[in-house]
């Protein structure tokens, strides 16, 4: 058994949803994630702790890699417009 504390699907959620700016969009993405694998968020409480736990950190990767696309491109629009 590992020394680790269990972490509850709910914590998961919270934590990669932590209170911010973009916290709305990337909440989009991880549904956009787990209908992708054939779930929902509410899915997840039904699924056995490891494997909601993997698809949590399966979605939370996936929105983080989105977020920082749609932050990259952002910045990239605001450098062309300053170097016109």
Not at 52 to 65: G, I, N, P, R, V
């Amino acid at each position: 058994m590992s020394d680790q504390p269990e972490i509850s699907q709910e914590d998961e959620i919270d934590r990669c949803l932590a209170d911010g700016p973009q916290s709305t969009l990337e909440k989009m993405l991880l549904e956009e994630y787990l209908e992708g694998k054939g779930y929902r968020l509410e899915d997840l409480k039904n699924l056995p702790p490891a494997e909601a736990q993997e698809l949590m950190k399966e979605a939370c990767a996936y929105a983080s890699m989105k977020l920082a696309e749609v932050e990259s491109k952002a910045q990239f629009r605001r450098d062309i417009r300053f170097e016109s």
